[in-house]
């Protein structure tokens, strides 16, 4: 029995590891993800590899895209002069972020114009949906960040022309291309907790 | 031996059956759930409950906001009625879905001038980021979809002046509130799978 019971416990012990390991190499589930995502502004100088940096934009590319035109363009900032203009006199974390993602669309498109002749000549036409691709990109990127344990802070570029100006220029953006929005990240220097924005009152139910 | 094996192979069972529930149990992880996500543009009938709605919506309103504004606001539509006139003549999903969420955001808020002594009247001002936070909901909001086993499908509303009028008509929404877009959702009638979306050509570093 002596043997028998030493055998047992040993077993278990090997169970109670074997469960533990996987429970803890499996990833955090989408619903918590998406609850405990929050904007980190400060962050500590540990570098962000390129291997996250893809699986971040990876995230970002799987959003949905309307007429599946996939206008989002991205430009991955690690140069400090170039972060320095970005940050602009709104300063701080944009500056201090080990990586800097803008966000941009493409806000127009070559097609034929409805109802033209099949050879008749692409037109530049604009994409309405544009914003909405790149902002659908921009909450999928923010949420890998989140998921990968790294910390993000969504600042606004579009449609404010003050910042649209030097971010354009400082990135050579094509006269097409428009940025939408400048994202910083880095491995979270603080304790930043997520807001709690549920508020019942914000829905109705068939008619307003 | 041969009963201590037998122990041993009950103890494997016990610890395979353990770890197997335990897995089966786990949610979904995020990076998973943002790369299966898919449109989805039929639904069976089984309904879809409240308490997946409010999941669905406490996802959305986790979504990071300018200025901490919450512009979003949520009609969740069952009424057939009013599914029709959302549909309008591009037909078939939102019409059929067992339900369709409204995303709209308020287009102004009410605030001092800039500058402004602290007695001055708030006045009415446009609120820049409103789209973007109701699109970054609308993200949060397809994810927790996925993540509960429905399906749904981003229409755009916004910008398209046919497809507002008749929505803002329906639900009856105040001046200050603009639809966004029109989300049908109910459980996957068919197989639909998720694109590849993921073009290195679309990243840029440090300059475009």
């Known amino acids: 029995m002596k043997l028998i019971a030493k055998l047992s416990m040993v077993a278990a012990l090997v169970c ?3 469960c ?7 990833e955090p589930s989408a619903l ?3 609850m405990n995502r929050k904007s980190v502004r400060a ?5 962000v590899t390129q291997a996250q940096v893809e699986t971040i934009l990876k995230a970002a590319m799987a959003a949905p895209t309307g007429m599946n035109m996939q206008p989002w363009r991205f430009v991955v900032v690690r140069d400090q002069a170039v972060k320095d203009v970005l940050a602009g006199p709104r300063g701080g974390m944009i500056a ?5 993602i803008v966000v941009c669309g493409e806000t127009s498109f070559m097609r034929r114009p409805f109802g033209a002749p099949e050879d008749a000549e692409a037109v530049e036409t604009p994409n309405g949906n544009w914003t909405a691709d790149c902002a ?6 923010l949420l890998a960040v989140e998921a990968l344990g790294l910390g993000a802070c969504w600042t606004a570029c579009y449609p404010y022309e003050d910042r649209m100006t030097p971010t354009r220029e400082v990135l050579g953006l094509p006269d097409n291309v428009s940025p939408y929005c400048i994202v910083p990240m880095g491995y979270p220097a603080g304790d930043d907790q997520p807001k709690d924005k549920w508020k019942p009152e ?3 139910y068939d008619k307003w």
């Open 96 to 100: 201090q972020a080990p990586v800097v």
């Open 32 to 34: 918590d993800v998406i």
């Open 20 to 26: 533990a390991q996987n429970s803890a190499s499996s």
């Open 136 to 141: 659908a990109a921009t909450e999928n990127l």
């Open 16 to 18: 109670a590891a074997a």
């Open 202 to 204: 914000n829905i109705h």
């Open 43 to 47: 962050y500590t100088e540990e570098p």
